[in-house]
């Protein structure tokens, strides 16, 4: 073989060693997210949470069950192994390197992640885009990409998800309920 | 005129932390109303909110050995009191105490402000969730910006900001009579009579 | 538009005065406190202060250990509820968007 054909077959080998380590890496839940610390100074606001299963208990421990929020943040977390937000806001528009958010987005095309729902709003240029990773009949990925000219925000659920209880934050911290939903009752 | 409306802010705060009682007295005089209105603002009820202020200066009474400046006590008075209120707030809820028999929907002496707007925007703000309530009540009526109310309640200051943000659109679009979502609790007239 | 609204809420939120006679209400409850509390406790705080400062040094690492998990625990609390207020805030978005396009069934009596 003549050394550009073994040069072809190894950068196809590499090629294709990545995206199986990216699909393996987003077929357990948790997506690789980019180094936004470049962000951080261009932004006038910004929101980087990590909580692997370690801190997710240590903050449960510290959550009041007699407290509303606190209990239904209780709620909606068990089963869940991790949460991760990154969340930008900036002062111009299209501040945040778009090639950063595909990469995400392209995580979620691996086996298992379906896209549950796509909201775009030409008025308010705002897209939201909802994945969740389901294997054996449950959804045990949640990811949620928004975006607008001058804000995106990632966020990553590792774990058994239970929508209807994430659904049910509605009313706490500050979400109002769907007054559609008062009405149909 | 009493002698102690002739003492300055730190005097009156000398004289009081070392228990004259006169002293303490004026300190009462110049924070009450700041205090019972955000009792009322928070509670809704005249006589809770009376209670509530009545505590917290008792509080301060007890407390006056930490209040290290005048701005220091405007903080901690405004602190104690809103963090109380919210705590009540959330005690009635959990023992599902009886419903307000009216909204104390209460609004101060303006110049030639439409009254029945401003008593409609009070009700309104009252049926807030207490910690939008509280963001709301600390931003228009004590004048605080984001960053001391994040501050005073403990709170993120986007959290802060996300509450005001929800709030105003959805005062505003109520007072205008918009269907939106809503961020409040069953109002008196949605309850089961 | 903005700037008269808001200005109309703090005109609807403006301080009001409590009942006639509340500082006298005050004082009688600071009144009814214990004689010489205050004194008290601020001789038993300044013995109290001396004594604590002589075991300081036996017990600061144990407390500053304690008091970083502590300020770990709470500020996880605090990432995972802004973290949860992150979520909802956008699964509702999406939540209005399909309930706009999905309006609810109407009950004709079809039986369809």
């Known amino acids: 073989m003549n050394a550009l054909f073994k040069h072809s077959i190894a950068i196809l080998c590499g090629a294709f060693l990545l995206c199986a380590s990216a699909a393996t890496f987003a077929a357990n839940g948790q997506l690789k997210l980019p180094n936004f610390d470049s962000l951080t100074d261009k932004a006038s606001e910004s929101v980087t949470i990590t909580l692997d299963a370690a801190l997710l208990g240590m903050a449960t421990r510290f959550l009041d069950a007699s407290d509303p929020e606190d209990a239904a943040a209780i709620e909606a977390i068990k089963g869940i192994k991790g949460i991760y937000v990154r969340k930008y806001t900036f002062d111009d528009d299209f501040a945040y390197p778009k090639s950063d958010v595909d990469m995400v987005r392209k995580q979620l095309s691996a086996p298992g992640w379906q896209q549950l729902v796509q909201v775009k709003s030409r008025k308010e240029q705002q897209n939201v885009e909802i994945y969740i990773l389901v294997e054996q009949e449950r959804a045990n990925g949640l990811a949620i990409i928004a975006s607008q000219p001058r804000e995106f925000t990632i966020v990553n659920i590792v774990g058994s998800i239970d929508m209807r209880k994430l659904h049910e934050l509605e009313g706490q911290f500050g979400i109002p309920k769907l007054e559609l939903e008062q009405k149909k009752q | ?193 | ?112």
Do not use: C
Request: avoid cysteine.
């Open chain 3, 1 to 112: 538009m903005s700037k008269d609204f808001e200005q109309q809420l703090r005109d609807a939120l403006r301080p009001v005065d409590p009942e006639e006679g509340f500082e006298q209400r005050v004082m009688a409850r600071v009144a009814r406190e214990p004689a010489g509390l205050r004194s008290k406790i601020k001789r038993w705080t300044a013995t109290l202060a001396i004594a604590a400062s002589l075991a300081f040094v036996a017990i600061l690492g144990a407390y500053q250990w304690q008091e970083r998990r502590e300020q770990q625990g709470l500020e996880a609390r605090r990432q995972l509820l802004e973290a949860l207020r992150v979520t909802g805030e956008k699964l509702d978005v999406a939540y209005q968007a399909v309930n706009r396009e999905s309006p609810p069934p109407t009950d004709d009596g079809s039986g369809a």
């Open chain 2, 1 to 193: 005129m009493k002698a102690s409306e002739a003492w300055s802010p730190d005097e009156l705060l000398t004289r009081a932390s070392a228990g004259e009682s006169a002293a303490f007295a004026a300190l009462v005089r110049r924070y009450q109303r700041t205090v019972y209105s955000i009792a009322l603002r928070m509670l809704s009820d005249r006589q809770r909110a009376e209670d509530l202020a009545q505590e917290v200066f008792l509080q301060l009474y007890r407390s006056m050995d930490s209040i290290d400046s005048d701005s220091h006590l405007a903080f901690w008075l405004r602190k104690v009191a809103v963090n109380r209120a919210i705590d009540r707030i959330r005690q009635e809820a959990r023992h599902d105490s009886e419903p307000l028999t009216e909204a104390a929907a209460v609004v101060g002496e303006v110049g030639d402000a439409d009254p029945l707007l401003q008593r409609r925007m009070a009700e309104l703000v009252s049926q807030l969730t207490p910690a939008a309530r509280a963001v709301v009540v600390l931003r228009y009526q004590e004048d605080l910006d984001p960053v001391d109310i994040a501050s005073t309640l403990d709170m993120p200051i986007n959290t802060v900001k996300s509450h005001l943000k929800r709030s105003l659109t959805i005062l505003r679009a109520r007072v205008l009579g918009a269907a939106i979502v809503d961020d409040v609790q069953p109002s008196m007239s949605e309850r089961s009579p």
